[in-house]
Nanobody, 121 residues
Framework: QVHLVESGGGLVQAGGSLRLSCQAS?????MAWFRQFPGKEREFVVA????????YYADSVKGRFTVSRDNAKNTMYLQMNSLRPEDTAVYYC?????????????????WGQGTQVTVSS
């Protein structure tokens, strides 16, 4: 069982930056960030394997968002730069026990509570 606690959302102007954090109770196999727009299903943002730090980004955030981790703290970070109004969403941290990059929401068994990111124009 993995318990996830997110932090770091907020309000920022377009072009600005935010960093999200997700602390896991134990080291998972793979962690990911998803986001959910109002009235829509969750959308994959990025995934990272805990071992080897293999990463995979959605095209919509590639070059603007960077995922990283602090192994000692069991914490994953999402550095979001050059934010756009269309990045406004609730961002969720997710984890799975297995090692390997997957993008399907249903393949992650553990979820954080979500944190709101709002980008004003």
């Amino acid at each position: 069982q993995v318990h996830l606690v997110e932090s770091g959302g907020g309000l920022v102007q377009a072009g600005g930056s935010l960093r999200l954090s997700c602390q896991a109770s134990v080291s998972p196999g793979t962690m990911a960030w998803f986001r959910q727009f109002p009235g829509k299903e969750r959308e994959f943002v990025v995934a990272m394997t805990w071992i080897a730090e293999i990463t995979y980004y959605a095209d919509s955030v590639k070059g603007r968002f960077t995922v990283s981790r602090d192994n000692a703290k069991n914490t994953m970070y999402l550095q979001m730069n050059s934010l756009r109004p269309e990045d406004t969403a609730v961002y969720y941290c997710a984890a799975r026990d297995l090692f390997g990059i997957v993008t399907g929401e249903g393949l992650y068994g553990y979820w954080g509570q979500g944190t709101q990111v709002t980008v004003s124009s």
